[in-house]
């Protein structure tokens, strides 16, 4: 079985992204739903991811000398972010599963915090997750937003590593 080219796959990866942030996008502005911090934190992960698959298909790495170093590097490099973005979905997730007497209770608010905390203090008390994190104010086929996303981040991954290990292009 031959496998599509890498730049076609990229395009496609670069187009499902670009399209999950204007869902995004639309929840927040249309239909007025605020992102918590660890919603923001998933929109980096999927603008990383995004710029990963663009770069992929506009520098278009194929073997060179029987070798596949920057076709490698793309897929570990998608890998990577996209195992980040699942790792903060996967802790919404948790969160939205907890009973509500252990849910953490709220922080400050992100711009106010980047102001005046020290820079790890304020990613410290983001990745702990808030009472707003644990929230399922939105859902689409029976899962929550977070939960779609980490599904996403998961074939983003999975996508990456076949990207590393596929033999031909």
């Known amino acids: 079985m031959t496998l599509p080219a890498s730049r076609p796959l990229y395009l496609l990866a670069l187009i499902v992204s670009v399209l999950?942030?204007?869902?995004?996008?639309?929840?927040?502005?249309?239909?007025?739903?605020?992102?918590?911090?660890?919603?923001?934190?998933?929109?980096?992960?999927?603008?990383?991811v995004g710029l990963i698959c663009l770069a992929a298909v506009l520098?278009?790495?194929?073997?060179?000398?029987?070798?596949?170093?920057?076709?490698?590097t793309y897929g570990a490099l998608l890998m990577l972010a996209s195992l980040f973005g699942a790792g903060t979905a996967g802790r919404q997730v948790w969160l939205q599963h907890?009973?509500?007497?252990q849910v953490p209770s709220c922080i400050l608010p992100l711009d106010y915090m980047l102001e005046t905390l020290p820079f790890w203090d304020v990613l410290s008390q983001v990745f702990s997750g808030t009472?707003?994190?644990?929230?399922?104010?939105?859902?689409?086929?029976?899962?929550?937003?977070?939960?779609?996303?980490?599904?996403a981040f998961i074939c983003f991954s999975v996508f990456g590593v076949m990207q590393i290990l596929r033999k031909v292009d």
Not at 98 to 101: E, G, K, Q, R
Not at 134 to 142: K, R, S
């Open 98 to 101: 907890l009973p509500p007497d």
């Open 131 to 151: 009472a707003q994190c644990a929230e399922v104010t939105w859902t689409f086929l029976g899962l929550s937003i977070a939960e779609g996303t980490l599904i």
């Open 20 to 48: 999950l942030m204007a869902a995004a996008l639309y929840l927040e502005h249309v239909v007025g739903l605020e992102p918590c911090p660890l919603c923001i934190i998933q929109r980096i992960a999927l603008i990383v």
């Open 59 to 72: 520098h278009n790495p194929g073997p060179k000398n029987g070798k596949r170093t920057g076709a490698r």
